[in-house]
């Protein structure tokens, strides 16, 4: 029985992360006989999991059957964290909003109610889509802060006393819930969904409150030791005596991040600059002030626009840092920072062609997210459907152990 519910989790990742299979793209993918993986698909389509959705181009012979997710038939509950403010979404297998995105405001720094706040408005959202919970697989969600997913814990956020966030949240929410740092997130669906698909070697830099980073490595997401891989806020490249929130100074973070452009937006204004941001702002909340610099942009203000220049410029910097320790072949500028398009291309290149080893910099390609804002909440969606598959995996081992275990003890007790 697990073996079978292990391929029939496995297929419906692969279905998710691909749109149509064939029967014979689903056996290249899952490494399984064409018989057998048309007894997976047999039992989906029975299921109501998937459905015949036309046929592929012709390769000479007759043209296969193509199958995709059934669109009402399974969702996810999607959530994506910053140190601010929170989105949740029940989603669909084709990363399809089915709720509008709730938004709020959650500060997670000396909030010791924000787990409590969190499961409320999650609860909301499942009430608000009259969807059975039943057809709720489970709950993806990134949050900053060191995570370590396996565990179910944020050493630095989300306090929950005796329990792990994913035990207290599965346990409120009635179905399994899996957690992990939001800029690994954000990397995991740049390369399922976005512009580092099918890449082996990319890095994303989340640009938000502060810088994250998610790894690409051998063509699998790479997450460090225990999950806290890609701290890329707290390299420590500045001389300006700034304290950063980790404690250090200097780090990438006290010059690059949204929330220093914020400031330095508003001491702009203070001195005189002319710009279209007004002169009430800043309006005290983060969200806002930051839409109003990329409203601004698109204006093409250029106070605003110089501000980020000298923004990418500085993180160009870091990351020819990277670029050197990691060779990469592509670079990818997301998340919330990514809305303001592709004006960092410009002056993050120009920190990469002055502070990198042309050799290396050359063979290193930089692009602005396609899923800009989104693609947090996407990967929480890709992260329930890997882990779906990974217990089954884990299940396997421990019921082939056992198996194995029990014919040994059969043997010797026949000696």
Not at 119 to 135: C, L, P, Q, R, W
Not at 319 to 342: D, F, T
Not at 381 to 404: D, G, H, T
């Amino acid at each position: 029985m697990v073996k079978r519910d292990y391929y029939k989790t496995l297929a419906l990742r692969e279905f998710y992360f691909s749109g149509k299979l064939s029967s014979t793209d689903l056996s290249e993918r899952i490494g399984k006989s064409i018989p057998h993986v048309m007894k997976v698909i047999d039992e989906l389509v029975t299921g109501g999991f998937i459905l015949e959705s036309g046929y592929a181009p012709s390769s000479g012979g007759r043209r296969p059957v193509t199958y995709a997710m059934k669109q009402d038939a399974i969702y996810v509950l999607s959530v994506a964290m910053d140190q601010m403010v929170t989105r949740i979404a029940l989603m669909d297998l084709q990363n399809n909003t089915v709720t509008p995105v709730k938004k709020f405001e959650l500060p997670l720094t000396d909030n010791p109610a924000a787990i409590i706040q969190l499961k409320e408005k999650m609860s909301e959202v499942i009430s608000a889509s009259g969807i059975d919970k039943k057809k709720i697989i489970g709950a993806g969600i990134g949050m900053p802060g060191f995570v370590d997913a396996k565990k179910g814990i944020n050493y630095s956020f989300l306090n929950t006393e005796n329990k792990t966030i994913r035990e207290y949240l599965a346990q409120e929410l009635g179905f399994p819930v899996y957690i992990d740092n939001d800029s690994s997130l954000i990397a995991l669906a740049e390369f399922r969904f976005g512009v580092a698909r099918q890449k082996k070697h990319a890095l994303v830099v989340n640009i938000g409150w502060g810088i994250g980073l998610g790894m690409i490595l051998n063509g699998g997401l790479f997450r460090g030791h225990n999950g806290f891989a890609g701290e890329f806020s707290h390299i420590p490249i500045f001389n300006n005596n700034k304290l950063c929130s980790c404690g250090k100074s200097g780090c990438l973070e006290t010059e690059a991040s949204l929330q220093v452009v914020i400031e330095k937006a508003a001491q702009g204004l203070r001195s005189g600059r002319p710009s279209t941001l007004g002169s009430d702002y800043p309006s005290g909340h983060l969200e806002a002030d930051w839409d109003a610099i990329v409203a601004a942009v698109h204006k093409g203000d250029r106070f605003v626009i110089e501000l980020l220049s000298q923004t990418g410029y500085d993180i160009g910097k870091a990351v020819a840092i990277l670029i050197h320790l990691m060779n990469p072949e592509l670079v990818v500028l997301s998340g919330r920072g990514a809305l303001a398009g592709r004006l960092w291309e410009a002056s993050v290149q120009q920190a990469l062609n002055e502070h990198s080893i042309p050799r290396l910099a050359a063979n290193t390609t930089l692009a602005i997210s396609t899923l800009g804002y989104q693609a947090e909440l996407i990967g929480a969606v890709a992260l329930v459907m890997e882990s779906k598959v990974r217990e089954y995996e884990i299940k396997s081992k421990s019921v082939n152990a056992k198996a194995f275990i029990d014919e040994q003890n059969g043997l010797v007790g026949m000696q």
